[in-house]
């Protein structure tokens, strides 16, 4: 993993995130994911990946070109098709319908919420399977507003339908249903064909072409359907695993475990072997158009091939991206990320919201992990480690190579790593999980040489899937997270732990930054800790994505979260925690012309009610100093660690602080005047102090206790000899406080001859008065506004009043119309 200093972007918003989450994450990009449904019109394909719809132009079909991509979708996008400028797109959560009249900007209009399967189009009504409801009917004439017209509920549920004319034919487990649709809001059953473990259909002319699956075996079932309300079996051909069709002219494509079939069909009641296309990699679908297959594949995208010569077919192109994403590591503007499939691809961050795929290098193993290291890249592979040279960022080359050790039973799979000075911490899972090898854990390598890496010990922790390093500690995630102290770097000892969400295969990736762990975790979401004491990581905040519900790496950037998703691609959430607060006077009104600063940048002003909002980029602290000239704030400063987020981070307005020195025999009046110009005086007599005394005079804030209420008057006062302070101080003479106060003081005070200054101890409010023995009198002048008592001690002292009851009529909801009717009275103290 790399390593980032904790710099911090501070910025002034008004405006605040909205999140679902306790973390302030929002997905703003995203690149790549296994490629999956797909569907051709013209010379262009749409393609699923991830929780987009990708428009790729095959007109050139050397050389496909993606020209535009849909926003992202709730999850991944299972189904496309598409009739004119409209495309219909299934994904987890339902349909949404997208305008795709612009082909570089595919837009969402309309969403209706159901379990679909597949679709098909007649007029302005769509044909939905629905996983619980039959086949629905919906009115799309205006796509925005999806209407449900009908549902037409057949003998099982919906796995594939087709249309023709007008009649739907619709898969169900035990076969075929034909539903007579001439009448979209009535449609009927008239027929039927049945064969048990029927999956999908696809049609060519007056032909039927029915996979059917039971157990290990296949069939494909050539149906006439010339008569629609009599389907007549024309043939039955034994197939694999079939999962996917597609036929045109005279052939027929079957999508297999180890590739696609291709039979002739041109005498449909004897389908004849042509040719098959044997592939390593998972073929999703296909599509066909004249002599052009188009297949996606789970790990390299959309495969364009010539079948003119089935016997010879020639690969003419392909669009690839990240198809099985396992992690990420950042340099500079790149990202590295390892695939998989048998990959390492750079893809160019410079816009985050735009990932672009810049090279791909083909790996002879499957990459899952990875690091970075000035000029180095350490890719964690399934059979070791590999060193790449990436001073070139777009052109890795490879320098060095360590293979994991081979057992009898197997060998162990290398999943992450991290670098620290000229060690490599590799995690490896035990075996490649069989039975016999023992657990999975840590290889720690002299990476000295970096072209011939080597073994110096190894860590058993129980199967491991990557790791992050920080100062003398490592971050260990084997589904939970292990903290390891460093500090005898071959012999890492357990020193702290936390328990992760998801068991034992929850957490799958791990970053530091600063004081904080991210934690990426199947859910999918990602965990922040903070690590500040190293060995009890505490949750700040937790935030969970839309995507399949798996975990892979991920890398920080301030602003951003890039997480590596092996079923979804590589997402780039944008990431901002904030605090938030007011500066005010004492009386809570905002006071103008205030500047925040903060440790990494001076602020805009407070808004014209006082309120602020602080947002950072990334997890750690800030300092925040308001300043305004002539006075100071209480209190001072505020260092906020963030997350969480925080709220009611206040600075009041208050006069700067005085002091000066007493000495013995001599009186003297030390005086602040506060920002109502209200002064308040302290009045030392000659007999206040036996030594030199230096007192400081603090003007601050306090809370009334209950029952009373804060006059806006409150200081510290303090005594220091030699610059050390003296708790507790007591005077040998009785010293007069005097204070003025305004009207505005007394609001919501209830009488203010009872006003009292009193001094905290502890943990209550006491009588300042009773700090002298005997205790003093209050000497008060209600028509001047001024009080003025006797101390004997030094402390906090603040000026409280009794509190006003207020009596407020409470208004209560009458019936369903908004109506409003006086009911009791209720209290409200101030």
């Given at each position: 993993?790399?390593?980032?200093?904790?710099a911090?972007?501070?910025?002034?918003?008004?405006?605040?995130?909205?999140?679902?989450?306790?973390?302030?994450?929002?997905?703003?990009?995203?690149?790549?994911?296994?490629?999956?449904?797909?569907?051709?019109?013209?010379?262009?394909?749409?393609?699923?990946?991830?929780?987009?719809?990708?428009?790729?132009?095959?007109?050139?079909?050397?050389?496909?070109?993606?020209?535009?991509?849909?926003?992202?979708?709730?999850?991944?996008v299972?189904?496309i098709?598409?009739?004119?400028?409209?495309?219909?797109?299934?994904?987890?959560?339902?349909?949404?319908?997208?305008?795709?009249?612009?082909?570089?900007?595919?837009?969402?209009?309309?969403?209706?919420?159901?379990?679909?399967?597949?679709?098909?189009?007649?007029?302005?009504?769509?044909?939905?399977?629905?996983?619980?409801?039959?086949i629905?009917v919906?009115d799309?004439?205006?796509?925005?507003?999806?209407?449900?017209?009908?549902v037409?509920?057949?003998?099982?549920?919906?796995?594939?339908?087709?249309?023709?004319g007008?009649?739907?034919?619709?898969?169900i487990?035990?076969?075929?249903?034909?539903?007579?649709?001439?009448?979209?809001?009535?449609?009927?059953?008239?027929?039927?064909?049945?064969?048990?473990?029927?999956?999908?259909?696809?049609?060519?002319?007056?032909?039927?072409?029915?996979?059917?699956?039971?157990?290990?075996?296949?069939?494909?079932?050539?149906?006439?359907?010339?008569?629609?309300?009599?389907?007549?079996?024309?043939a039955?051909?034994?197939?694999?695993?079939?999962?996917?069709?597609?036929?045109?002219?005279?052939?027929?494509?079957?999508?297999?475990?180890?590739?696609?079939?291709?039979?002739d069909?041109?005498?449909?009641?004897?389908?004849?072997?042509?040719?098959?296309?044997?592939?390593?990699?998972s073929?999703?679908?296909?599509?066909?158009?004249?002599?052009?297959?188009?297949?996606?594949?789970?790990?390299?995208?959309?495969h364009?091939?010539?079948?003119?010569?089935?016997?010879?077919?020639?690969?003419?192109?392909?669009?690839?991206?990240?198809?099985?994403?396992?992690n990420?590591?950042?340099?500079?503007?790149?990202?590295?990320?390892p695939?998989g499939?048998?990959a390492l691809?750079?893809?160019?961050?410079?816009t985050?919201?735009a990932?672009?795929?810049?090279?791909?290098?083909?790996?002879?193993?499957?990459?899952?992990?990875?690091?970075?290291?000035?000029?180095?890249?350490?890719?964690?592979?399934?059979?070791?480690?590999?060193?790449?040279?990436?001073?070139?960022?777009?052109?890795?080359?490879?320098?060095?190579?360590?293979?994991?050790?081979?057992?009898?039973?197997?060998?162990?799979y290398?999943t992450?790593?991290?670098?620290?000075?000229?060690?490599?911490?590799?995690?490896?899972?035990?075996?490649?999980?069989r039975?016999?090898?023992?657990?999975?854990?840590?290889?720690?390598?002299?990476?000295?040489?970096?072209?011939?890496?080597?073994?110096?010990?190894?860590?058993?922790?129980?199967?491991a899937?990557?790791?992050?390093?920080?100062?003398?500690?490592?971050?260990?995630?084997?589904?939970?997270?292990?903290?390891?102290?460093?500090?005898?770097?071959?012999?890492?000892?357990?020193?702290?732990?936390?328990?992760?969400?998801?068991?034992?295969?929850?957490?799958?990736?791990?970053?530091?930054?600063?004081?904080?762990?991210?934690v990426?975790?199947?859910?999918?979401?990602?965990?922040?800790?903070?690590?500040?004491?190293?060995?009890?990581?505490?949750?700040?905040?937790?935030?969970?994505?839309?995507?399949?519900?798996?975990?892979?790496?991920?890398?920080?950037?301030?602003?951003?979260?890039?997480?590596?998703?092996?079923?979804?691609?590589?997402?780039v959430?944008?990431?901002?925690?904030?605090?938030r607060?007011?500066?005010?006077?004492?009386?809570?009104?905002?006071?103008?012309?205030?500047?925040?600063?903060?440790?990494?940048?001076?602020?805009?002003?407070?808004?014209?009610?006082?309120?602020?909002?602080?947002?950072?980029?990334?997890?750690?602290?800030?300092?925040?100093t308001?300043?305004?000239?002539?006075?100071?704030?209480?209190?001072?400063?505020?260092?906020?660690?963030?997350?969480?987020?925080?709220?009611?981070?206040?600075?009041?307005?208050?006069?700067?602080?005085?002091?000066?020195?007493?000495?013995?025999?001599?009186?003297?009046?030390?005086?602040?005047?506060?920002?109502?110009?209200?002064?308040?005086?302290?009045?030392?007599?000659?007999?206040?102090v036996?030594?030199?005394?230096?007192?400081?005079?603090?003007p601050?804030?306090?809370?009334?206790?209950?029952g009373?209420?804060?006059?806006?008057?409150?200081?510290?006062?303090?005594?220091?000899?030699?610059?050390?302070?003296?708790?507790?101080?007591?005077?040998?003479?009785?010293?007069?406080?005097?204070?003025?106060?305004?009207?505005?003081?007394l609001?919501?005070?209830?009488?203010?001859?009872?006003?009292?200054?009193?001094?905290?101890?502890?943990?209550?409010?006491?009588?300042?008065?009773?700090?002298?023995?005997?205790?003093?009198?209050?000497?008060?002048?209600?028509?001047?506004?001024?009080?003025?008592?006797?101390?004997?001690?030094?402390?906090?002292?603040?000026?409280?009043?009794?509190?006003?009851?207020?009596?407020?009529?409470?208004?209560?909801?009458?019936?369903a119309?908004?109506?409003?009717?006086?009911?009791?009275?209720?209290?409200?103290?101030?």
């Open positions: 993993m790399t390593r980032l200093a904790p911090l972007l501070v910025l002034v918003s008004f405006l605040a995130l909205l999140s679902p989450t306790l973390a302030g994450m929002e997905p703003v990009g995203h690149i790549g994911g296994p490629a999956a449904p797909l569907f051709v019109q013209g010379t262009h394909a749409f393609v699923g990946m991830g929780p987009r719809v990708l428009v790729v132009d095959i007109s050139t079909p050397s050389t496909p070109t993606l020209i535009g991509q849909s926003p992202f979708l709730m999850t991944s299972e189904e098709f598409v009739v004119d400028t409209m495309a219909y797109v299934i994904d987890a959560t339902g349909l949404h319908l997208l305008d795709v009249s612009d082909l570089a900007r595919p837009a969402p209009v309309g969403f209706y919420p159901m379990a679909a399967t597949k679709m098909a189009k007649a007029g302005s009504y769509l044909y939905v399977g629905d996983k619980e409801h039959g629905r919906l799309v004439s205006n796509p925005t507003a999806p209407t449900l017209v009908v037409y509920e057949p003998a099982g549920i919906p796995t594939d339908l087709v249309l023709v007008t009649h739907l034919y619709v898969v487990p035990e076969g075929l249903e034909v539903v007579d649709i001439s009448t979209a809001t009535s449609p009927r059953r008239v027929g039927s064909y049945m064969a048990a473990g029927s999956l999908q259909v696809t049609q060519a002319g007056n032909t039927l072409y029915l996979i059917t699956q039971q157990g290990e075996a296949g069939t494909l079932h050539v149906i006439d359907i010339a008569m629609p309300t009599t389907p007549k079996g024309l039955i051909y034994p197939v694999g695993a079939a999962r996917g069709i597609a036929a045109a002219g005279p052939r027929v494509y079957l999508v297999e475990s180890g590739g696609v079939r291709v039979l069909v041109s005498n449909p009641a004897a389908p004849k072997f042509l040719a098959y296309l044997n592939s390593q990699e073929i999703i679908n296909v599509a066909v158009s004249s002599n052009l297959l188009y297949m996606t594949k789970f790990y390299t995208g959309l364009l091939v010539d079948m003119t010569s089935p016997a010879t077919p020639r690969t003419l192109g392909q669009y690839r991206t990240i198809g099985y994403p396992t990420i590591a950042l340099s500079g503007s790149y990202g590295y990320v695939d499939g048998g691809h750079v893809v160019d961050l410079s985050p919201l990932p672009q795929l810049a090279e791909t290098l083909v790996s002879p193993s499957f990459p899952s992990g990875i690091a970075i290291s000035g000029t180095l890249a350490y890719v964690a592979e399934s059979g070791g480690l590999r060193v790449l040279d990436i001073s070139t960022p777009r052109s890795p080359t490879e320098v060095g190579y360590y293979p994991m050790p081979a057992y009898a039973e197997g060998t162990d290398a992450g790593v991290d670098v620290r000075g000229d060690l490599a911490y590799l995690t490896y899972l035990g075996c490649r999980f039975v016999g090898c023992g657990f999975g854990g840590i290889r720690i390598l002299d990476i000295s040489e970096p072209g011939a890496p080597r073994s110096l010990a190894a860590y058993v922790t129980g199967n899937y990557d790791i992050a390093i920080s100062g003398s500690y490592a971050y260990l995630v084997t589904g939970d997270l292990q903290v390891l102290d460093l500090s005898t770097p071959i012999t890492p000892t357990l020193v702290g732990f936390y328990d992760v969400p998801g068991g034992p295969t929850g957490a799958r990736g791990v970053e530091v930054v600063g004081d904080f762990v991210y990426h975790h199947e859910g999918p979401g990602v965990l922040i800790l903070n690590v500040a004491t190293p060995t009890e990581p505490v949750a700040s905040a937790g935030y969970r994505y839309r995507a399949p519900s798996v975990a892979g790496g991920l890398a920080v950037r301030e602003g951003y979260v890039y997480l590596a998703n092996p079923f979804g691609g590589l997402y959430l944008e990431q901002s925690f904030s605090a607060g007011r500066v005010v006077d004492v009386h809570g009104d905002p006071v103008p012309g205030v500047t925040l600063a903060s440790s990494a940048g001076t602020l805009q002003r407070p808004d014209g009610m006082g309120n602020y909002t602080v947002t950072l980029g990334l997890a750690g602290s800030v300092t925040l308001p300043t305004l000239s002539g006075y100071t704030f209480a209190p001072p400063t505020r260092t906020l660690t963030l997350p969480p987020d925080q709220v009611n981070q206040d600075f009041t307005l208050v006069a700067k602080p005085v002091s000066a020195t007493l000495a013995p025999g001599v009186s003297f009046t030390l005086r602040y005047t506060d920002t109502q110009g209200l002064v308040t005086e302290v009045r030392f007599p000659a007999a206040a036996t030594q030199p005394t230096t007192i400081v005079l603090t601050t804030v306090a809370i009334a206790p209950p009373q209420r804060w006059s806006g008057h409150a200081f510290d006062l303090a005594a220091y000899r030699g610059g050390v302070i003296l708790p507790d101080f007591a005077f040998q003479a009785p010293v007069t406080v005097a204070i003025r106060y305004s009207d505005r003081d609001f919501l005070i209830a009488n203010e001859a009872a006003l009292s200054l009193q001094r905290r101890t502890l943990a209550s409010w006491d009588e300042a008065a009773q700090s002298c023995a005997p205790p003093s009198t209050y000497q008060r002048n209600t028509v001047t506004n001024e009080i003025a008592v006797a101390i004997c001690r030094v402390g906090t002292f603040a000026l409280f009043g009794a509190s006003h009851d207020l009596y407020l009529p409470l208004l209560k909801s009458v019936g119309v908004e109506r409003w009717s006086v009911g009791a009275v209720e209290r409200w103290s101030g």
